[in-house]
T-cell receptor, first 113, second 119 residues
């Protein structure tokens, strides 16, 4: 079954305490994996697109990596303003010839000052 | 670039009335847009895929006569909640797909969302 699983569901970090969020997927025909940040009451904000295993993308304190089974979002020395829900999504090619997206349930990150 | 707007950002309506939500791609053309619904502390639930110039494709369990979608131009899709009831109260978010690379991955850019409250 095509599935995207994010862990942990929630994470509390002290400011400056680096950590990683995980997004594992079981889809065939992967065409891309995306990371988004969502603040309460707002729409998701695009962060990264990863396409092939071994690919890495960085933006400020965030670094996303991709393997054939999972992606990690590494947060280095987080600040309170990094507190948000982080969503990952995959795009894959279906057997019927269309593209489909599946979103994970997200990781709620809280960074304490 | 890749800015998507939604209007209104919040709306309160009475039970039985209809509400229209607009989703616009401001700096790019979007032949495909998606409409999502999100409950508190839950992930996005895809309601339908909106394609410019054709009928929307609804996900299983979504009433197409209740949630009318129109994608009349390359920059505008609308979602009309007809005969709204309190259980329709939710956060509705649209996204627009960027095809211009010509090959996947195709990124979705999201609007800021619309909070609908039906009294």
């Amino acid at each position: 079954e095509d599935q995207v699983t994010q862990s942990p569901e929630a994470l509390r970090l002290q400011e400056g305490e680096s950590s990683s969020l995980n997004c594992s997927y079981t889809v065939s025909g992967l065409r891309g994996l995306f990371w988004y940040r969502q603040d309460p009451g707002k729409g998701p904000e695009f962060l990264f697109t990863l396409y092939s295993a071994g690919e890495e993308k960085e933006k400020e304190r965030l670094k996303a990596t991709l393997t054939k089974k999972e992606s990690f979002l590494h947060i280095t020395a987080p600040k309170p303003e990094d507190s948000a829900t982080y969503l990952c999504a995959v795009q894959f090619h279906t057997t019927s010839g269309t593209y489909k997206y599946i979103f994970g349930t997200g990781t709620r990150l809280k960074v304490l000052a | 670039g890749a800015v998507v707007s939604q209007h209104p950002s919040w709306v309160i309506c009475k039970s039985g009335t209809s509400v229209k939500i607009e989703c616009r791609s401001l700096d790019f053309q979007a032949t495909t847009m998606f409409w999502y619904r999100q409950f508190p502390k839950q992930s996005l639930m895809l309601m339908a895929t909106s394609n410019e110039g054709s009928k929307a494709t609804y996900e299983q369990g979504v009433e197409k006569d209740k949630f009318l979608i129109n994608h009349a131009s390359l920059t505008l899709s609308t979602l009309t909640v007809t005969s709204a009831h309190p259980e329709d109260s939710s956060f509705y978010i649209c996204s627009a797909l960027i095809w211009d690379r010509g090959r996947p991955p195709y990124e979705q850019y999201f609007g800021p969302g619309t909070r609908l409250t039906v009294t």
